[in-house]
């Protein structure tokens, strides 16, 4: 099989998209002439011209919202948000015309979009270019959240969520970009809200979603070298909708549960993941859910200092035997 | 200034004019027009040995070089007064010199220590010093426009004779709370002057590919505000005196103005950027070898010797050593401590003393 990195799996499913689908438009900043800021849109231009590839002007709220609306008149735009933290321009567009116009509607109207772009911290671009926000996304009911860990789930996704008929915001990260795995060639897909298992364990799971998954199999490792321990690691990959299934699954399984993201901690979807596990799982928890998130302030921009202030290897590994003492 | 059918008016303007003849330029002594000129190479200096700091992997994220664009931040502080006030964008080194920052807390915040102009917390499009009324150092593109205009608005509601200069890129122009800000500033008769430094590209887009319409300033006409573009945006004297032309339309009437400023930057958008898709070398050489604003500020001054040769040296050699020093600075300053993760969020932790609120302010 062959090994892609994340950037071209994503272009690749986007590719594939726009081949299958006439109304399959990609938008966004510098996404066609300048190849993508990140070069995720690489060679699209170049390969489908510019109806189906289009550069936008700095304008989030106004392209965002167009492409809800040309949305609910049956086009599939994929539009790209340099930073997944520039949604915030576009909040309105998001979170009251894309989730609420069906509803609204009484299910007359859909809307078929995507926003995608990075949403993570890790590169020292400060406080305001490194939000992660999935849960807050995930609160609105009619919006959809997807955070792939990995090339081969992110490809997969990315073309369900084309193919979706609902506003899916699809959040990416500037670290996995280059991050490489096997992906097969050609169609597939992973339907949204189904979680994985990574790693089989019976000590404890170590649940989460986004790039903290890379780090908790490799804490995973560790608590095998070291300890002897055997961690099972569930990556949701899709919040919203969410695979109670696998979380409680596994938790009746090794009865202990550590969840790791990179959000901060109020309200976060380890909040909500932990919520459900004491509703439906109670009876199978042998310690409280602990949590490992990034440290609840603003981004710092000092690079050392953002390193602490993320979740990292070391502190996964000491919250793991935390929850098995 | 104002006007309201462009285009003739403009060129009558642009043909007659000499910017050194304005009332502002004709009473500077020689030690100010020096000082103009200091303050120009120190920025460029500066930035030279940021770039090199950032090649060295001394400085992360992202680095955005005011390289060519000099005289702009210069020639618009040079002209405020103490109850004025300036916000920009990420790109603000410039500005950020200009109001007399130090180059050792700037470089410092560039490498992410404590004793940067923000303890290493903001970084290098995130600086900000009150005490000299600079406002930011903003990430979000147009997003400090409605701040500076909010600043006008305080300026106005205390009674103080001051304005805010609210800059922008020729990007920026095209968010929809730059549209918001210029109806309020017009609507309650802020005392704002936006300014657009247009450098012909946003990122990898030019203007034409990105901008509708005749200008951007012309916009402006929309809102009944006067507006102006200055072709010659190299010209430290020329931006002088259109921006203090505007500042006293602020001062005086309270009226705001959209100023648009031709500029080119040398350097891709950031350090990042490879700058090989949207622009041609021979389009940056020429800008360099005929508008470069140190170089045409350094010959007039030359030419009318208010400069030597051995001073341009001496300006220069002091320039590159302040910088080189300030890396140092840098490079010798501690970082943050973990703990300063959590300090200046709140107001309230960072007084405990005189806290009022209860209960938990931090989740971790
Ligand atoms: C809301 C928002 N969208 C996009 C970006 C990414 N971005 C940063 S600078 C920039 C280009 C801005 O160009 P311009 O306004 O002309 O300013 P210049 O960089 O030329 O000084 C873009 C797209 C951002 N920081 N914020
Ligand atoms: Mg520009």
Known sequence: ?????????????????????????????????????????????????????????????????????????????VMELMFFSFYSVAFDQIFNNAANIRYMSGGLISCPIVLRGPANGGTNVGATHSHTPESIAAYHPGIKVVVPSNAY?????????????????????????????????????????????????????IIGHGRPIQLALKAADLLKEKHQIDAEVVDLRSIRPLDEETILNSVRKTNRVLYVEEAKPFCSVGAMVACIIQEKAFDYLDAPVKRITSLDAPAIYSPPLEKIQLPTVDRIFQAALDVLK | MSKKSPSKK?????????????????????????????????????????????????????????????????GCVSVMGDNDHIITAYRDH?????????????????????????????????????????????????GQIPLGTGIAYALKYKG????????????????????????????????????????GYSMGTSQARSSAGPSLAERAAGYDMNWEILENGHDVLEVRDKVSQALKLAHEKSLPSVLEIRTYRYRGHSVAD?????????????????????MVFQNALLAEKTLTDDLVRKIDEEARAEAENSAQFAEASPYPTVEDIKKDVYWEIDNPADRKSQGALFFD
Not at chain 2, 113 to 139: A, E, L, Q, V
């Open chain 1, 1 to 77: 099989m062959p090994v892609i990195s994340y950037r071209e799996a994503l272009r690749a499913a986007m590719s594939e998209e726009i081949e299958r689908d006439p109304n399959v438009v990609i938008m966004g900043e510098e996404v066609a002439q300048f190849n993508g800021a990140y070069k995720v849109t690489e060679g699209l231009l170049a390969k489908y011209g510019p109806k189906r590839i289009v550069d936008t002007p700095i304008s989030e709220a106004g392209f965002i919202g167009m492409g809800v609306g040309a949305a609910m008149l049956g086009l599939r735009p």
């Open chain 1, 153 to 205: 789930d992110a490809k997969g996704l990315m073309k369900s969520a084309i193919r979706d008929n609902d506003p899916v915001l699809f959040m990416e990260n500037t670290i996995l970009y280059g991050e490489t795995c096997e992906v097969p060639e050609g169609e597939y897909l992973v339907p949204l809200g189904s979680a994985k298992v990574m790693r089989e364990g019976k000590h404890l799971s």
């Open chain 2, 10 to 74: 403009a060129e009558v303007a642009v043909s007659d004019y000499d910017a050194r003849l304005a009332p502002i330029n004709v009473k500077l002594g020689q030690d100010e027009k020096i000082q103009l000129y200091r303050d120009m190479v120190r920025i460029r200096r500066f930035e030279e040995r940021c770039l090199r700091s950032y090649q060295q992997g001394k400085i992360g994220g992202f680095l955005h070089l005011y390289i060519g664009q000099e005289s702009i931040a210069v």
């Open chain 2, 94 to 142: 410039g500005h950020g010199l200009a109001v007399g920052m130090g180059m050792n807390e700037m470089m410092a915040e560039n490498y992410g220590k404590y004793t940067g102009c923000s303890k290493g917390k903001g970084g290098s499009m995130h600086y900000f010093d009150p005490s000299r009324n600079f406002w930011g150092g903003h990430g979000i593109v147009g």
């Open chain 2, 160 to 199: 103080i004779k001051g304005a805010c200069l609210a800059f922008m890129g020729d990007g920026a122009v095209n968010q929809g709370a730059v549209h918001e800000s210029y109806n309020l500033a017009a609507l309650w008769s802020l005392p704002v002057v936006f300014v657009i430094e247009n450098n």
């Open chain 2, 274 to 294: 490879p700058d090989t898709t949207y622009r041609d070398k021979q389009e940056i050489e020429e800008y360099k070898r005929t508008k470069d604003p140190l």
